[in-house]
């Protein structure tokens, strides 16, 4: 284990953002984490670099977290329990699960970043979220060393939400994560309109057919970050109360949506954004993507101030038209 001076960690974050990290050190092993952790607490944690977006350059001494393994602890004829390390590629793993035909996170397929950073975000698509499988993770925590278990329970699961991001943010290491697969695949899940429309023909989809389809769908609209540096949905979908959609309804009625409660109502954020005149401007090198507005792009060199400058005159805008306000979803730094 070595402390490396003034790297770059244009390769370390998937929206391709020249920064450097003043103190750099790779963590291939928990001995190494909690070695480092004895002699620093205040730490810069970086995994697959997928959720984040960095404005300037990293003071602090940053982790990376390079902890791998996949290990199968208990199964029988209806569940088995995967656990991987926090330094596992989150595809590469949803892969692995299906090859041995092992259910529920093939929705979840083709997201950036790595297993460890899974929970914090509660990362979610086409109708599934990590909370749906999820059974426990095991976290250092930085103040004492200890490792500790969090159940699902413990977690406050929400909308691209956790504990992990509210009380408990800076305060753990997530080490590994243990999912709840099926055997016996009886719940899968291909209610998502473009899932379905994919898979309309086929009488009985497996889980490769659902990954296959989610794969196709997300290629067809999200750039891949080694071409085209993002990091994905850069917003989250707002959730509105019941009048104020009907409000923008009586304008806009073709306005997709879709019905969370009673009295609130989920809004594609792209869609909102698309509106708003975004979809496809580019403005030097940070743009928006040209099939999907809810992607933020940097198209080369822009910087992170420029991208985050693009977003908030992204929200400023949507909050004037719409009168909804757009909460990121990227973790800005």
């Keep these: 284990m070595k402390i490396q001076q003034n790297i770059s960690l244009k390769k370390y974050n998937t929206f391709g953002i020249q920064a450097n990290a003043k103190r750099f050190v790779s963590i291939n ?3 190494e984490l909690k070695e480092v952790i004895t002699i620093e607490k205040d730490v810069f944690l970086l995994g697959g670099g997928s959720n984040m977006l960095l404005t300037a350059d990293i003071e602090k001494l940053v982790l990376h977290l390079n902890l791998k393994g996949t290990i199968v602890n208990d199964t029988d004829n209806e569940v088995v329990f995967v656990t991987a390390e926090a330094g596992e590629n989150w595809h590469d793993f949803v892969v692995w699960c299906i090859s041995q035909n092992y259910g529920g996170l093939e929705n979840l397929s083709l997201i950036p970043g790595n297993v460890g950073t899974s929970p914090i975000q509660n990362i979610g698509a086409y109708g ?8 426990q993770l095991e976290a250092l925590e930085i103040e004492t060393g200890k490792i500790k278990v969090f159940k699902l329970e413990d977690c406050d699961f929400g909308y691209r939400n956790s504990v992990f991001k509210k009380e408990l ?3 753990y290491i997530i080490i590994n994560v243990t999912f709840k697969l099926t055997k016996n695949h009886h719940k899968i899940n291909i209610s998502y309109g473009a899932i379905s429309s994919l898979l309309e023909n086929m009488e009985n989809p497996t889980i490769k057919n659902i990954s296959d389809a989610v794969v196709a769908i997300r290629e067809s609209k999200l750039p891949n970050p080694e071409e085209i540096g993002n990091s994905g949905s850069f917003f989250k979908n707002p959730v509105i109360n019941q009048n104020s959609f ?3 309804q009586k304008k806009y009625p073709e306005i997709p949506h879709y019905i969370v409660s009673e009295n609130e109502v989920k809004i594609p954020a792209g869609w909102l954004i698309e509106q708003c005149g975004f979809k496809g401007k580019r403005f030097g090198d940070a743009g928006v993507h040209t099939k999907q507005a809810l992607v933020l792009v ?6 992170g101030q420029e991208i985050y400058s693009l977003a908030k005159n992204i929200q400023q805008k949507v909050k004037e038209i719409f009168k909804i306000d757009l909460d990121i979803e990227v973790n800005i730094f």
């Design 128 to 135: 599934v979220e990590i909370k749906d499988t999820f059974h």
């Design 298 to 303: 940097n198209y080369n060199n822009a910087t």
């Design 246 to 248: 009907e409000i923008i």
């Design 29 to 31: 092993s928990l001995k």
């Design 169 to 171: 943010k800076d305060k």
